[in-house]
């Protein structure tokens, strides 16, 4: 479980010591899904730009030069890819035909060898699955929403992929794991992986109360927003997998994953909106108790504690 955050400040409403507040509140925030590495990517100098260390997000203090208006951030709970290894975590650079990109991802790929194997990819240092998507579309040539879809419709696993270039466009990939996107009315965009990670940081900025209308995402959805702040909406089919299902329109019971224990329907779809994936509740599958606990614990988050 990792998250994936950040601020598009497309009218330049923020000066960049607080886009430097604004991130690291939100880093910090975002612990709760890693804290095994923070990373981060922004323009500025005319160059793209990526600092990330092996550390959790409240040891790093973020700095911005006036330029960097549009940051791409991630905090990473490590499954694959010795985070120690720098070069291991989020997020990735990549180039294709002369438009530089970095790419950060939240979820599992459980095809990575298999990708590598078939559409013969290069071989890299990089251990982390979720490398595999940047090879898929430096191999495509290209950076643009088609480039995006045919890489998404190979990845098997729950998925949310944010992709930052060169010129400041923003995409967003959205497989089955959660997003929250938020579009205020003064100019900027902020994202995170789940709703409460952009309260909790609106609250602790004193920004609660500005007005923001919330930009709604489907499994299957490519999200572009561009430097001027233009949102542009594309598709992609999610690939279909026996176990690792990203776009079921169904999912009453893990009996068919293989695991031999039901978990009600409405029990899955809540742990998934709330930001689990589904290796999580697998892990979680073999202890209806440990179940029971976890569902109590979000809808108690939510206000529906019992008295």
Request: aromatic share 12%.
């Amino acid at each position: 479980m990792c998250a994936i955050f950040g601020l598009i400040d497309y009218k330049k409403v923020f000066t960049a010591t607080q886009r430097e507040c604004f991130m690291n509140v939100l880093a910090t925030e975002c612990e709760l899904r890693g804290t095994d590495a923070t990373g981060f990517a922004f323009n500025s100098g005319g160059k793209l730009r990526i600092y990330k260390r092996p550390v959790a997000a409240h040891e790093i203090s973020l700095k911005l030069g006036e330029d960097a208006n549009v940051i791409l951030g991630h905090t990473r709970m490590a499954t694959q890819g010795d985070c120690k290894k720098n070069y291991n975590n989020h997020p990735f650079y990549g180039k294709v035909r002369g438009t530089k990109f970095t790419l950060a991802h939240n979820g599992i790929v459980y095809n990575d060898a298999k990708l590598q194997h078939d559409m013969k990819l290069p071989v890299s240092k990089i251990e982390t699955d979720s490398y595999v998507a940047v090879q898929l579309l430096e191999k495509s040539g290209e950076l643009s929403e088609k480039s995006l879809a045919k890489m998404a419709e190979k990845i098997n696993g729950p998925f949310v992929f944010t992709v930052l270039d060169d010129r400041n466009n923003s995409y967003f990939v959205k497989g089955d794991n959660p997003l929250a996107l938020y579009h205020f009315e003064d100019g900027f965009y902020a994202y995170a992986s789940t709703d409460q990670i952009l309260e909790d940081t609106l609250n602790l900025l004193g920004l609660n109360t500005l007005p923001f209308a919330e930009i709604d995402s489907d499994c299957g959805d490519i999200l572009k927003i561009d430097s001027e702040g233009k949102l542009a909406r594309y598709k992609f089919t999610p690939l279909i997998d026996r176990r690792y299902c990203c776009y079921a329109p169904v999912r009453s019971s893990f009996s068919r994953f293989g695991m031999g224990f039901d978990i009600p329907e409405e029990y899955v779809d809540l742990m998934l909106d709330y930001g689990y994936t589904l290796e999580d509740i697998e892990d979680l599958c073999g202890i209806p108790e440990a179940i029971e606990i976890t569902v109590s614990e979000i809808l108690c988050e939510y206000g529906y504690c019992e008295e």
